[in-house]
Each structure stands twice: as structure tokens, then as C-alpha cells.
């Protein structure tokens, strides 16, 4: 693009000032857009998926997902769609939520007693007296499969299997028999669907018999009409009823129905259209709606009337608003290599590659949201929407003792908030059995959950002994409703939506904290740090989220007039445990006895809820705490699975090591990364590719305690590059480029009015901030390398070095 700028002298007196500040302006943009214009963004393959877990390629809309594997000649296209659960009520074996008929608080008293008494119980002891047998909990179910039979021919050359993170598609190319053979599939959000198209560059070569295989603990009734493949039943444990659809439509002949299958011979393409449902309500205590044929017709009818070329650009438009917010550059090129030929090589010498990986695996991250959690449906569980079995481990649930959580840390940090309201909408669908629990479980008000919990409302225990006891999960979901409010203060959500939700939560807390004789402190009584060590009073865990949920709630009350509540949770916070203590190695104890071996590495990280994701630790405030959580987090080593890595990516770009942190970013890369880019457990398990990529945020943008800290912990891995559409608190968009590890420039995009607090090193030195529109200078002012301005809702403002 050319741009033809006047003549000095033809500039009225007055206006060259003016005309030297937006030629600067325009050259910076021009540089914004060289920076953030990085390589595409691909995951890709030369070879149909021989392992569903290791090599399928995942598309969803949140409320539908399928994996792709690509076969050549028989095509198994696995889907889901997230409702589809066994167990819950109407379940053959029973079901009771969790919760036992009968009264826990007798029994929670003796475990209070021997606590009290003997300080400590083994968590076989604990779950003998409080754990509860699980009837009828359920699995998240395989919806099917579209089996596609091709025509065979000779053998194939040219494979391509790839995902286009830019587009949010999938592609499958091959050449056989002289033909170049296209096949494209993305699920789409606006129209409720997951679109197939199959072509080639010759006239009259697509051939394949398509029908829908359904797993066998169900009943199948099997329809075909004009091209329509329609299967509806019930799951034999439950009745809960499902149907799935499949439109077949072709260009140069049309398609044949059969008895249970649709072919197309000699046709020159061919689209399908795929649609499927439950009864299932997210409605205590029956959890079932409508028949689902109305909602799968009227999508698959809807969505067929419209070509391929509408149905995709409608499908761009909704994603690429939601992913193109954000563009990394850290130095990556554009690869000619695979995949997984990209994920063995890392750390061997190419740094530019190295770079291409971790840029396309903090998209990624970004991508499987989009694609696992969207309004409507429910939030992402533990893979996420995409599961090929119905025995899933750990029955593909939601566990809330840090994995549901950690799924939605990058939702408001790299700008997805449209991705968050199916957690609001489940957290709000659990409060009336969370009520239940409080009161048969602890004798208290409000509402909470424990370790884990289904699509049926369960919020009791289970009987694991070292994993059924956490009842402090309410208040750690509650901590997401605090945190969207704080990023966009948005004050009717706060007042409608979050505030009702953390004082629940937090009266339950008022009606269970006990005082501990040994000093008089508010404490968590029985305690239990996951998932290791005995059952005590006061885990550091326990007291740290207690305390984040009552400082959170306390603010929230006051800013709302609740007077009352606020001196309640204020009189309790005075006297509260805070779960933050110095051990004799210099650790942040685990628990309230100095107990802790400096040789365990443990994969939770427990004791370090107050660094991340709770904030009160801070590096200003409590330097000594945060060395101890340096001690802590060194003693644990880099070592873990999935989830845990991620955890620490994150709790050392809280403790402002950009290095270290990159280290176990690296080092979940190459021990708990599954070819496909998946997160590994063992096995494939989400969080960790959401927590992983929040991680990368965090070391880019923090804005904990009022502060937004620009490059906080920036490794020298990425010693020159840009970030644009990051979020922080306060309602701000931010961009950021940087050269030889030092600012270059920050864009700060403001929502709201008010003052803001940032931090860098460039604020000690030379530089200047303008308002972008006007071009005026904004005044800071400085204390160190904290710069203090005032913003004004929708304008944009720019920090510079100056030379």
C-alpha cells in the first residue's frame, strides 16, 4: 500500500506538529501490522490417524465436537455432542447426587474431635467416616460415528491432514489415481452443525457410501429419507433420549438412500451436514427437557437449505471475531515440518521452530476453547467435548479441585470471554444441590461442591480416600465470577449474577469455620491438601481459598451496600488462618505444622493457591512469602503431568522468572505433549493445553493487586516480538512489541474510565504516552517503574520508548 503525504509547505501554519505526530502514528501501525503478521498457524500430518488420542484433529462449536483421522478408504469421522450421559436420575443403579439420606454432621463432629485432639487422621480413617459410596454417577458418552466408504483405487501420494488454526478447518488432501482429492470439515457455532465437504479437480470422481454407527448400550432406530440418515433412541442405564442426523447432498448426481445408508457415485462433490441432541435440561432435580427432534431437525433443515460457501463464511465470521483478538510473535517461521517431526525436534538447535511451536501451541489452547465452550452448551470438561469411549477416564467429568477452574484461566486473559458463560450457567445449575450438601454434609448454609461432579447435579463425596474431600470448590468457582466482573466491570453482573453466587458460597464458609484452640484463628476443619498427607485443621490450601472467597465477597458487598454481610465476612477475615507460613527450609508450608519434605515432588502444588491463581502473594507487598514460594516451587522440581507443568508455567511467571517459566513450558512440550498437540496426563486430558497457553499470557501481561505489569516474565527465549489483544483487569485491551528484552511500545485499549497503574522498566526512562486519536500527551505519573494515568472509555493510548 502506498500512502502520498503533502509537501511540508503545502502544511497551514500550525499543523505540521500535528502531521509529524500521525505520520508517526501511521509508521507505527505499519509496524504493528509487520510484527503481529506471523506465520500460519497449522497442526498437521502426512498420514491418516493410526491413534484417535495421538493424531486425530479436533473441530467442535462447544456443543458438538469430532475428531478427524482421515482414512482413505474408510473414513471414521467420531463424534460427540455434550450432553449425551449415562447415570443421574432415572439410572438403573440409583441416584443420589452424592449425598447420603441420612445426616453427615454427627460423623463430622467425631472427625473434628479426633482432629482436635490428635492433629492429624490418615484419609482412610476420614473417608470410612465421611466418604459416600457413588451410585449412578454416569459416563460421558461416544455419540457415534459417520463412516464413510470410498471407492478403492490405487495407492495415495501427496497426504495432507491438516488443522488451520486462522480458519478454524480441517482439510484432508490426497492425489489417487491421478485425482486430487479435498476433504474439508469445521462445527460450525452460528448454525449448530458440523459440515463435511468432499471434492477432487476432476469431474464425476466422488464416490462413498455413508451411514452413522452407534454404540451398542443404547436403543437404535434407524430412518433414511431423501438423503437423510436419522438414528434416535435411548441409553439403556438412564432413557435419556438422543438422535443424531446426517443431510447427504451432492453436486453432478444426486444421492441414493438405502436401508441404513446413503451413497454417492459419479458425483463431482458432495457436502454433509451433521446435527445431534438430548432431552437433557440443566435443571435440578430431573435434569430433562423436550424430545431432541425438533432442535436436530430444525438445525439440520436449516443449516442444509444454505451452500457450502455460506455455512463456512458464516462459520469465519463467528470464529475468526473471537481468535483473530489475539496475535503472538515471539520469532517463529513457517515449517515444512510435520507435526510431530516439529514436537521431536524442539530444543535441538532450530531456535526459529521453536518459537513456530509454542506460538501454535498457545493458539491451540485458544482454538479448543473456542471450539469446547461456547453459550449454550456446557463447559468444557475434562477433554474438553471430544471423547471416543463410553468409559472415559475419570468418566470425562468435571473435577473442581483445580481442573475445571484451570480449563478457564485463559478465557478472560487472552480475550474469549464469549467462552465463559457455559461455566457460569453450570456453577449456577449446581447451587440448589450444593445447598443440599452444605446442609446434610456440614450442617451449614449456602452452597458447595467437593471434589468432582457430573452433568446431573452431583455435589457430595465420593469415597477415594485421597480424593472425595475438597469442599472448599465452591468457593474457588466462585473466584471466576470476582475475576469477569474485575475484568470488565461489568457492574450488573456483578450485582445479578456473581454477587449472589459468592454469598452463598461465603455463608457457607460463615456457618463452617471453626476456631482452633492453639491460637484462636478461624480455621478449615477437616482440611485435607490434594492429594497427599494426612487430614488435619488448617491446610494451607484450604485457608488460602477460604480467605481469597471472604476477601473477594467482602469487596463485592461493600461496593454493593450489603452492609451487613460486609462486616460479617470483614469481622471474620481479621481473625482468619491466612494458610501462609515460612517453614525451617524456607518453604510456604503446606500445612499449619511445619511438616513438609523438601524432597517431595508432588505434582499439586497446593500450598501455592495464594500466588496463583490467588493473588495474595505479591512480589511489592510480602517479598519474604514470595521467596518462600520460590523455595517452595524449587523443592517440587519442573517434574509433573499435564496440568501440573501448566500450574507451574504459571506460578513462575507470577514469581517474575521468565526463564524458568519457559523451562517447564519446554519441558511440558516435549514430556506431556501427544503429537496432535493434546495435553497428556496420562491420558489425554485438557487442562493442561488451557493452562499451558493461560501460562504464555501471564508471563506477557499480569494485573493482579491494581497493578498491570507489561512483560513481567519474559524469557530470553523470546527476546524480540509482540502480543496484540491481551486482557487485563480494569477493562483494557493491551498490545505490546518489545526488542532485546526491553518495551518498545504499549497500546492500551480502554473499556472504562479511571485510573490506571502499570509497571515497567521503561517508565524509570525515557518515554512518551498520547492519547491515539488526538495525539495529545497524556500526563504520568512516575514512581520508579510505575507509571500512574488516567484513561477514558473507548480510546486507545500509546506508550513509546523515546530514542
Known amino acids: 500500500m502506498w500512502v502520498r503525504f503533502p509537501a511540508l509547505s503545502q502544511l497551514p501554519r500550525g499543523v505540521f506538529p500535528f502531521f509529524l505526530i500521525m505520520v508517526a502514528l501511521f509508521a507505527r501501525n505499519c509496524v504493528w501490522a509487520a510484527e503481529t503478521s506471523a506465520a500460519p498457524l497449522k497442526i498437521w500430518f502426512?498420514?491418516?490417524?493410526?491413534?484417535?488420542?495421538?493424531?486425530?484433529?479436533?473441530?467442535?462449536?462447544?456443543?458438538?465436537?469430532?475428531?478427524?483421522?482421515?482414512?482413505?478408504?474408510?473414513?471414521?469421522?467420531?463424534?460427540?455432542?455434550?450432553?449425551?450421559?449415562?447415570?443421574?436420575?432415572?439410572?438403573?443403579?440409583?441416584?443420589?447426587?452424592?449425598?447420603a439420606s441420612e445426616?453427615?454432621?454427627?460423623?463430622?463432629?467425631?472427625?473434628?474431635?479426633?482432629?482436635?485432639?490428635?492433629?492429624?487422621?490418615?484419609?482412610?480413617?476420614?473417608?470410612?467416616?465421611?466418604?459416600?459410596?457413588?451410585?449412578?454417577?454416569?459416563?460421558?458418552?461416544?455419540?457415534?460415528?459417520?463412516?464413510?466408504?470410498?471407492?478403492?483405487?490405487?495407492?495415495?501420494?501427496?497426504?495432507?491432514?491438516?488443522?488451520?488454526?486462522?480458519?478454524?478447518?480441517?482439510?484432508?488432501?490426497?492425489?489417487?489415481?491421478?485425482?486430487?482429492?479435498l476433504r474439508e470439515y469445521f462445527a460450525s457455532y452460528p448454525d449448530g452443525v458440523i459440515v463435511v465437504r468432499i471434492s477432487a479437480d476432476q469431474p464425476k470422481k466422488i464416490n462413498f457410501n455413508a451411514s452413522l454407527n452407534i454404540p451398542d448400550n443404547r436403543t437404535v432406530q434407524t430412518s433414511v429419507k431423501n438423503g437423510r440418515i436419522t438414528v434416535q433412541g435411548d441409553l439403556q442405564d438412564n432413557g435419556l433420549k438422543y438422535e443424531a442426523a446426517l443431510q447427504?447432498?451432492?453436486?453432478?448426481?444426486?444421492?441414493?438412500?438405502?436401508?441404513?445408508?446413503?451413497?454417492?457415485?459419479?458425483?463431482?462433490?458432495?457436502?454433509?451436514?451433521?446435527?445431534?441432541?438430548?432431552?437433557?435440561?440443566?435443571?435440578?432435580?430431573?435434569?430433562?427437557?423436550?424430545?431432541?427432534?425438533?432442535?436436530?431437525?430444525?438445525?439440520?433443515?436449516?443449516?442444509?437449505?444454505?451452500?457450502?460457501?455460506?455455512?463456512?463464511?458464516?462459520?469465519?465470521?463467528?470464529?475468526?471475531?473471537?481468535?483473530?483478538?489475539?496475535?503472538?510473535?515471539?520469532?517463529?517461521?513457517?515449517?515444512?515440518?510435520?507435526?510431530?517431526?516439529?514436537?521431536?525436534?524442539?530444543?535441538?538447535?532450530?531456535?526459529?521452530?521453536?518459537?513456530?511451536?509454542?506460538?501454535?501451541?498457545?493458539?491451540?489452547?485458544?482454538?479448543?476453547?473456542?471450539?469446547?465452550?461456547?453459550?449454550?452448551?456446557?463447559p468444557a470438561n475434562l477433554q474438553g467435548v471430544w471423547n471416543r469411549t463410553n468409559t472415559p477416564p475419570w468418566n470425562d467429568d468435571y473435577h473442581v479441585n483445580i481442573n475445571l477452574q484451570m480449563n478457564y484461566w485463559l478465557a478472560e486473559t487472552t480475550n474469549l470471554q464469549e467462552t465463559i458463560p457455559p461455566l457460569f450457567n453450570f456453577v449456577d445449575s449446581l447451587v440448589a444441590p450444593g445447598q443440599v450438601a452444605a446442609k446434610k454434609i456440614l450442617g451449614a448454609n449456602g452452597w458447595t461442591l467437593f471434589l468432582n461432579t457430573n452433568v446431573w447435579g452431583f455435589a457430595g463425596v465420593i469415597e477415594w480416600p485421597t480424593a472425595f474431600w475438597q469442599?472448599?470448590?465452591?468457593?474457588?468457582?466462585?473466584?471466576?465470577?470476582?475475576?469477569?466482573?474485575?475484568?470488565?466491570?461489568?457492574?450488573?453482573?456483578?450485582?445479578?449474577?456473581?454477587?449472589?453466587?459468592?454469598?452463598?458460597?461465603?455463608?457457607?464458609?460463615?456457618?463452617?469455620?471453626?476456631?482452633?484452640?492453639?491460637?484462636?484463628?478461624?480455621?478449615?476443619?477437616?482440611?485435607?491438601?490434594?492429594?497427599?498427607?494426612?487430614?488435619v485443621v488448617a491446610a494451607a490450601m484450604s485457608q488460602q481459598i477460604v480467605f481469597d472467597l471472604l476477601r473477594n465477597t467482602s469487596?463485592?458487598?461493600?461496593?454493593?451496600?450489603?452492609?451487613?454481610?460486609?462486616?460479617?465476612?470483614?469481622?471474620?477475615?481479621?481473625?482468619?488462618?491466612?494458610?501462609?507460613?515460612?517453614?525451617?527450609?524456607?518453604?510456604?508450608?503446606?500445612?499449619?505444622?511445619?511438616?513438609?519434605?523438601?524432597?517431595?515432588?508432588?505434582?499439586?502444588?497446593?500450598?501455592?493457591?495464594a500466588l496463583h491463581p490467588g493473588h495474595q502473594i505479591d512480589a511489592t507487598k510480602t517479598p519474604e512469602l514470595l521467596q518462600a514460594a520460590r523455595t517452595t516451587l524449587n523443592g517440587r522440581g519442573d517434574g509433573g503431568t499435564g496440568w501440573s507443568q501448566a500450574w507451574k508455567v504459571n506460578l513462575w511467571a507470577r514469581l517474575l522468572d521468565g526463564d524458568r517459566a519457559h523451562k517447564v513450558l519446554s519441558e511440558q512440550l516435549t514430556t506431556s505433549t501427544l503429537p496432535n498437540l493434546w495435553d497428556n496426563h496420562p491420558p489425554f486430558q485438557i487442562d493442561g493445553n488451557f493452562g499451558a497457553t493461560a501460562g504464555i499470557a501471564e508471563m506477557l501481561l499480569q494485573s493482579q493487586n491494581n497493578q498491570i505489569q507489561l512483560l513481567p516474565a519474559l524469557p530470553s527465549a523470546w527476546?524480540?516480538?509482540?502480543?496484540?489483544?491481551?486482557?487485563?483487569?480494569?477493562?483494557?485491551?493491551?498490545?505490546?512489541?518489545?526488542?532485546?528484552?526491553?518495551?518498545?511500545?504499549?497500546?492500551?485499549?480502554?473499556g472504562h474510565a479511571g485510573e490506571i497503574t502499570i509497571k515497567n522498566a521503561l517508565l524509570a526512562k525515557s518515554f512518551s504516552l498520547i492519547e491515539n486519536a488526538s495525539g495529545k500527551s497524556v500526563p504520568v505519573k512516575v514512581v520508579g517503574e510505575l507509571g500512574i494515568f488516567s484513561v477514558e472509555p473507548n480510546k486507545s493510548y500509546s506508550l513509546t520508548k523515546k530514542l
Request: hydrophobic fraction near 35%; charge should be neutral.
Open 46 to 99: 502426512d498420514a491418516p490417524a493410526s491413534d484417535w488420542e495421538r493424531e486425530g484433529l479436533p473441530i467442535g462449536n462447544g456443543a458438538l465436537g469430532a475428531v478427524i483421522t482421515g482414512e482413505v478408504d474408510i473414513e471414521h469421522l467420531q463424534f460427540n455432542e455434550k450432553t449425551l450421559w449415562t447415570g443421574g436420575p432415572g439410572s438403573k443403579q440409583g441416584y443420589d447426587f452424592g449425598i
Open 248 to 378: 447427504i447432498s451432492s453436486l453432478g448426481n444426486q444421492p441414493r438412500s438405502g436401508e441404513k445408508s446413503v451413497s454417492v457415485e459419479s458425483a463431482d462433490s458432495a457436502v454433509l451436514v451433521l446435527s445431534a441432541g438430548t432431552n437433557y435440561a440443566q435443571q435440578y432435580p430431573v435434569y430433562r427437557g423436550k424430545d431432541p427432534h425438533s432442535k436436530v431437525a430444525d438445525a439440520l433443515d436449516n443449516a442444509s437449505k444454505k451452500t457450502f460457501t455460506t455455512l463456512f463464511n458464516n462459520h469465519q465470521v463467528d470464529y475468526q471475531k473471537l481468535f483473530n483478538r489475539v496475535a503472538l510473535n515471539i520469532g517463529q517461521s513457517e515449517s515444512t515440518l510435520t507435526t510431530p517431526k516439529l514436537l521431536v525436534g524442539y530444543r535441538k538447535g532450530d531456535a526459529s521452530l521453536d518459537r513456530t511451536l509454542e506460538a501454535t501451541y498457545f493458539q491451540f489452547g485458544r482454538y479448543l476453547i473456542i471450539s469446547s465452550s461456547r453459550a449454550g452448551s456446557l
Open 103 to 181: 445426616s453427615q454432621v454427627p460423623k463430622l463432629a467425631a472427625v473434628r474431635k479426633t482432629l482436635a485432639e490428635k492433629g492429624a487422621m490418615e484419609p482412610e480413617a476420614v473417608a470410612k467416616e465421611l466418604g459416600h459410596k457413588t451410585v449412578g454417577y454416569g459416563d460421558y458418552q461416544n455419540f457415534g460415528e459417520v463412516v464413510l466408504t470410498f471407492t478403492k483405487g490405487t495407492a495415495v501420494t501427496n497426504y495432507r491432514r491438516e488443522l488451520d488454526l486462522d480458519k478454524g478447518i480441517t482439510r484432508v488432501t490426497y492425489t489417487q489415481d491421478g485425482v486430487n482429492y
Open 719 to 750: 527476546s524480540t516480538g509482540s502480543v496484540k489483544g491481551l486482557r487485563a483487569r480494569g477493562d483494557l485491551v493491551i498490545d505490546l512489541s518489545w526488542k532485546n528484552k526491553e518495551l518498545d511500545e504499549a497500546v492500551f485499549h480502554a
Open 471 to 535: 469442599p472448599e470448590a465452591g468457593a474457588w468457582l466462585s473466584q471466576h465470577y470476582y475475576e469477569h466482573y474485575l475484568f470488565t466491570q461489568d457492574k450488573k453482573f456483578l450485582r445479578e449474577r456473581a454477587y449472589p453466587i459468592m454469598k452463598g458460597a461465603a455463608q457457607f464458609w460463615l456457618d463452617t469455620l471453626v476456631k482452633d484452640p492453639r491460637d484462636g484463628k478461624w480455621v478449615v476443619s477437616p482440611s485435607f491438601s490434594p492429594e497427599q498427607g494426612p487430614f
Open 555 to 609: 469487596e463485592a458487598a461493600n461496593f454493593l451496600g450489603d452492609k451487613k454481610f460486609a462486616q460479617q465476612t470483614t469481622d471474620i477475615l481479621a481473625n482468619l488462618d491466612s494458610g501462609l507460613r515460612v517453614g525451617k527450609w524456607g518453604q510456604l508450608q503446606e500445612w499449619k505444622e511445619d511438616i513438609d519434605d523438601p524432597k517431595n515432588q508432588h505434582r499439586h502444588v497446593s500450598q501455592l493457591f
